[in-house]
């Protein structure tokens, strides 16, 4: 797991996927919602809440890229030992869910992304104090 601000992101090395997405990005300054790339990138929009603990997710093939765009929300993060699965992993959406408690939690705040390894199950979503909206792009970096 690697939390950090968007300008930082030349820091990380992790295969040539990622080096593609990172020289992409760096192109668009802090708020890519129009980026396009030859990765997947899921554009979200939600006010945030207190957690729902039914919706903990887990990947196999891809690293996810939580950017948040414009708000701020809670991450909570736990392993999946520690957790109850509530369906068989999706091998052709690389995606299984979760339920059970929040182990750590992370603050994301607008400008900031979160880089989750496979093993890395998150919930996110919470509201940081109050309910706010938050405006974010999830990129897939296949492994």
């Known amino acids: ?14 295969n040539s996927k990622f ?12 708020y890519p919602m129009d980026l ?3 990765l997947k990138a899921i554009h979200l929009e939600y006010q945030t809440k207190d957690f729902d603990l039914t919706k903990f997710e887990n990947h196999h093939k891809f690293i ?14 736990n392993s999946f030992d520690n957790l109850n699965p509530t369906m068989k992993y999706d091998e052709e959406n690389d995606y299984q869910l979760f339920e059970g408690e929040v182990n750590e939690t992370i603050i994301l705040n607008s400008g900031y992304f979160l880089l989750l390894f496979p093993g890395e199950v998150h919930v996110t979503g ?15 970096i296949p492994l």
Do not use: A, C, Q
């Not at 950017?67 to 701020?72: K, Q």
């Open 64 to 77: 996810d890229i939580h950017f948040v765009v414009e708000g701020s929300e809670l991450i909570g993060i």
């Open 126 to 140: 919470g509201k940081v104090i109050e309910s706010n909206k938050v405006k974010k792009i999830v990129y897939k």
């Open 19 to 30: 080096e593609k997405f990172k020289k992409t990005i760096s192109l668009y300054g802090d």
């Open 36 to 38: 396009k790339l030859p």
């Open 1 to 14: 797991m690697i939390k950090d601000k968007l300008e930082n992101i030349d820091r990380y090395s992790i």
